[in-house]
């Protein structure tokens, strides 16, 4: 075998092994953050949703990703990743508790302010 085709392959495989465990990395770094901050309850309104759609080519299935931001007292906004179930259940202009860990949603709960009927 060639001495250029056994460096190229190993460069390939040096490069799939340093994406791996890139990805690896960066995910337990957002988990130990995340397990590291305090669990905050905060009051806040739900001011924006999203969605986020990947996958999905050929015969493979697509997947969405659900974000609801949330607007603080002091004017400050944190975007949180929801289940499907939370993400449909959250309207804009929802006012309540949320309870959040870093970037993990954890609950929000909902106030019920009486609206003027006319």
Same mark, same amino acid.
């Given at each position: ?8 392959? #190993? ?43 990947? #996958? ?63």
């Amino acid at each position: 075998m060639p001495v250029f085709f056994r460096l190229f392959i #190993g460069a390939i495989f040096l490069v799939v092994i340093s994406v791996f465990a890139y990805v690896i990395i960066k995910g337990l770094r957002i988990w130990l953050s995340n397990n590291a901050s305090e669990l905050e309850i905060r009051m806040g309104t739900a001011v924006a949703k999203r969605t986020e759609v990947w #996958g999905g080519s050929g015969d493979s299935r697509a997947n969405t990703d659900y974000f609801v931001t949330f607007e603080f007292e002091d004017f400050s906004r944190k975007e949180l990743q929801v289940s499907g179930q939370k993400y449909g259940t959250i309207v804009e202009g929802d006012r309540g508790e949320l309870l959040f860990q870093g970037t993990r949603f954890k609950a929000f709960d909902r106030s019920i302010a009486e609206r003027g009927m006319n």
